[in-house]
C-alpha cells in the first residue's frame, strides 16, 4: 500500500523567504509527526497531530515556525522568514494510533536548504 | 536527553550475525524500547519495538535484558543491506508519544 509521502523532495531558497513543506500520511493513521535531522545528528521533535485534539508544539524551535492538518490527513509545515540554520532534513511520520507501542512510518524527507 | 547510549559505529561481516547493544538505565515501568534504522538518504524505517519480554520479527530478534535497563538488538544475518544508522529508542508513556532520537550506532558490514 502507500506509504507516507513528502513533497517537495528538496528545496532551495534564500534566506528570509517563506516555504511550506508537505506530508501525505497513510490513509487511516491518526497521529502525524514532524521531526528536523540535521547532518549527522538524530532526528529533533518539532509538532504533533492526534485527530482532532489540539497539536502538540513544544518542539517547535521558533514562532516562526507553524502547521497544521486539514481534514485529520494532509499537513503541512511552514517555516516563515527561512534562516541558515534551518538547513535540514524535515521528516513526516504517520502511526496507526497514539499508544506507546504503535509504530511510526516515516516518509521520505523533505531537504531543505536555506541559502 | 536521549535516554539512551549506544556505540557510536559497529563494524561486521556480511552474513554474521550482529549484536547492538543500547543501555537505557532510566527507564521506566512503563517505557516501551523501540528501534529503527536509517539507510543513507532515506528516511528512518521501524524495526522491532518490545516492552519486558524478547521478541521476534521478519527482520530482527529483541533481547530485553531482566531488569530492563538494556537491551540487544540482533540481526541474525547480516547482510549489506543492513548497512545503516541504527536507533535505540524509548517511547515514553506518559508523553505525546514522540520518540527521543539519540545518535544511534552506524552499522557497517564488510563483504
Known amino acids: 500500500g502507500a506509504g507516507v509521502s513528502q513533497s517537495p523532495s528538496n528545496k532551495v531558497t534564500e534566506k528570509g523567504k517563506d516555504v511550506e513543506l508537505r506530508c501525505d500520511p497513510i490513509?487511516?493513521?491518526?497521529?502525524l509527526y514532524w521531526y528536523r535531522q540535521s547532518l549527522g545528528q538524530g532526528l529533533e521533535f518539532l509538532i504533533y497531530?492526534?485527530?482532532?485534539?489540539?497539536?502538540?508544539k513544544s518542539g517547535l524551535p521558533s514562532d516562526r515556525f507553524s502547521a497544521e492538518r486539514t481534514g485529520g490527513s494532509v499537513s503541512t509545515l511552514t517555516i516563515q522568514r527561512t534562516q541558515q540554520e534551518d538547513s535540514a532534513v524535515y521528516l513526516c511520520?504517520?502511526?496507526?494510533?497514539?499508544?506507546?507501542?504503535?509504530?511510526?512510518?516515516f516518509g521520505p524527507g523533505t531537504r531543505l536548504t536555506v541559502l | 536527553d536521549a535516554k539512551t547510549t549506544q556505540p557510536n559505529s559497529m563494524e561486521s561481516n556480511e552474513e554474521e550475525p550482529v549484536h547492538l547493544p543500547c543501555n537505557h538505565s532510566?527507564?521506566?515501568?512503563?517505557?516501551?524500547i523501540h528501534w529503527y534504522r536509517q539507510l543513507p538518504s532515506q528516511g528512518p524505517e521501524y524495526v522491532i519495538h518490545?516492552?519486558?519480554?524478547?521478541v521476534n520479527n521478519r527482520m530482527a530478534s529483541l533481547a530485553i535484558a531482566e531488569d530492563r535497563k538494556s537491551s540487544t538488538l540482533i540481526l541474525h544475518r547480516a547482510t549489506l543491506r543492513d548497512a545503516a544508522v541504527y536507533y535505540c529508542?524509548?517511547?515514553?508513556?506518559?508523553?505525546?508519544?514522540?520518540?527521543?532520537w539519540g545518535a544511534g550506532t552506524k552499522l557497517i558490514i564488510k563483504p
Open positions: 518490545g516492552l519486558t519480554s524478547n
Open positions: 511520520a504517520s502511526s496507526q494510533g497514539q499508544g506507546a507501542s504503535y509504530e511510526q512510518f
Open positions: 532510566t527507564i521506566s515501568g512503563t517505557d516501551y
Open positions: 497531530f492526534q485527530g482532532n485534539s489540539a497539536p502538540d
Open positions: 529508542i524509548l517511547r515514553i508513556w506518559d508523553s505525546n508519544y514522540q520518540l527521543i
Open positions: 490513509s487511516g493513521h491518526t497521529a
